[in-house]
């Protein structure tokens, strides 16, 4: 007769609660505080005051109009006590406070204006908001020093698996925002790299197309299977090496700020929890042979006095206990961890229930991980209509170079600066005339000319009848 083996069940709740070791935990911690502090370091002082104190106008989210910069140097203050609470997470001094309070900073700056979305900016409140409920602060922080209490070598699985789901995401609907007709016939890659052929050793491998193409669909590839292949221990290894050549060649082809970065350090959450003490296991084994080897070279005379000195090796500091796991995460939590993964799944994809390309009218583009994925080169004339009379408004005289830059190619920022013009002339009828190109395509009016904007009424679900089709082929 055959034995029948039967599974036992896995109970979501008690694997979420089982406790792993909490080096690698802590060495996000450590390196997302530091990632924190060069970011905000990038804006004091020139772009704080170019974008939020130089400029009259602001283009706000739905939802969020009443939230404006701080007079004077307050905007100034905000980003130095960012950078100071970026400070306290590397350190885990006062860790809960201090990441609680970097959240609401970095995340009343980021709905300030919309003009500077950038999608690591995004990434970073997310981030910030669920690592305050996560005891990354049980080691390597000051906090567990001064508080043996809290101290531990372990954290409860979920928080390794929650990062690794986090970043997974933004890899994985990277490559699927990339599958779109543009991309696949490799724009607007081939026109950024051929405008870059000037890059020493590689540039001028940019005018052969087979290089676009390998590139193009390289990247592809790349950000759909990267967080797949980090999670298999195989092929982890050679995975972070090409996860770091991809970054670093963003790098230095495209700058992108800090986001590189900070993917990189977090792509290590994917190995194994206890890596960072490896690592430090192997460098001291590394370090412990050299030593040896080089007190064999010395005379056996000079030796004798000293060579138990040469041979002892200091103990390690003791690391803390593990705290007893708790048999299951609480029911407040899993309902949490479950709805948060929700809404990370779906929301990315919210943009094919609306007609047209995300890349053109820009409706559900953001918080969809559509990252380095369109170029638009735009212009644009607004005029006021009043009493008869026609006149044109220099946008410049409201708007710093780079909120008109992105204003004249997204409709939605159209219309926000329309409304305002309108306001500003006791709610006259305001037109826009524009000309967009996006990805190499012939220039093309975006919004009708002939409606009247400060009408409009923003569309937030579904499309907007205001905004023109892309018509235009791919040259």
């Given amino acids: 007769m055959a034995i029948i083996e039967r599974r036992r069940w896995v109970d979501p709740r008690a694997a979420a609660a089982q406790p ?10 450590i390196a997302f505080g530091v990632a924190m502090l060069v ?3 990038l804006y004091l002082p020139t772009l704080v005051h170019e974008y939020y104190v130089d400029t009259s106008f602001h283009f706000s989210y739905a939802w969020f109009d009443f939230i404006k910069p701080l007079p004077g140097f307050g905007i100034h203050a905000v980003y130095v006590v960012e950078g100071l609470l970026a400070i306290l997470i590397a350190l885990g001094l006062w860790y809960r406070r201090a990441v609680a309070g970097f959240f609401v900073l970095h995340t009343y700056v980021f709905l300030i204006d919309s003009t500077y979305f950038q999608n690591h900016e995004y990434l970073i409140s997310l981030v910030s908001f669920f690592m305050i409920f996560m005891p990354l602060e049980r080691r390597w922080s000051l906090d567990a020093r001064r508080r043996p209490e809290l101290a531990s070598s372990t954290v409860p699985a979920w928080v390794v698996w929650l990062l690794r789901f986090q970043f997974g995401i933004v890899y994985f609907y990277g490559g699927v925002a990339k599958l779109n007709l543009d991309w696949l016939q490799g ?8 405008a870059r052929t000037d890059v020493q050793l590689i540039g001028p491998l940019f005018d052969f197309e087979p290089v676009v193409l390998v590139m193009t669909y390289g990247s592809l590839l790349f950000d759909l ?4 292949f980090l999670l298999h221990r195989r092929t982890q290894v050679p995975a972070f090496v090409v996860a770091c050549c991809f970054h670093l060649l963003n790098v230095r082809l495209f700058g992108l700020f800090v986001f590189p970065w900070l993917m990189i350090a977090a792509s290590t959450i994917y190995f194994r929890p206890d890596w960072p003490e490896r690592v430090w296991a192997w460098a001291r084994k590394r370090r412990r042979r050299g030593a040896e080897l080089s007190a064999s070279d010395v005379p056996a005379r000079a030796q004798t006095g000293s060579a138990s000195e040469s041979r002892s090796v200091p103990e390690p500091r003791s690391v803390p206990e593990p705290r007893p796991a ?9 309902t949490f961890l479950v709805a948060w993964a929700v809404v990370q799944v779906l929301v990315p994809l919210r943009h094919y229930l609306i007609p047209g390309s995300p890349n053109w009218t820009e409706e559900a583009h953001r918080f969809s991980w559509h990252m380095k994925l369109r170029d638009k080169q735009s212009t644009g004339t607004f005029y006021v209509i009043q009493n008869g009379t026609t006149l044109e408004v220099t946008a410049s005289e409201h708007l710093n170079p780079k909120q008109e830059f992105r204003m004249y190619g997204h409709p939605e920022r159209v219309v926000r600066f ?3 013009l309108s306001d500003l002339h006791d709610g006259a009828e305001i037109r826009a005339v524009t000309s967009v190109s996006l990805n190499g395509r012939e220039p093309a009016p975006i919004v009708d000319p002939g409606v009247d904007l400060a009408d409009v009424q923003l569309v937030w679900w579904g499309h907007a009848d205001w905004i023109l089709a892309l018509e235009e082929p791919l040259r």
């Fill in 20 to 29: 792993v070791n909490g080096a690698s935990a802590a060495f996000f911690r």
């Fill in 39 to 41: 970011n905000v370091l």
């Fill in 187 to 194: 724009e607007p890659l081939r026109m950024w790299l051929h």
């Fill in 225 to 228: 299977s990267i967080a797949f």
């Fill in 326 to 334: 708790p048999g299951r995460i609480s029911k407040t939590l899993a």
């Fill in 418 to 420: 329309a409304h305002y």
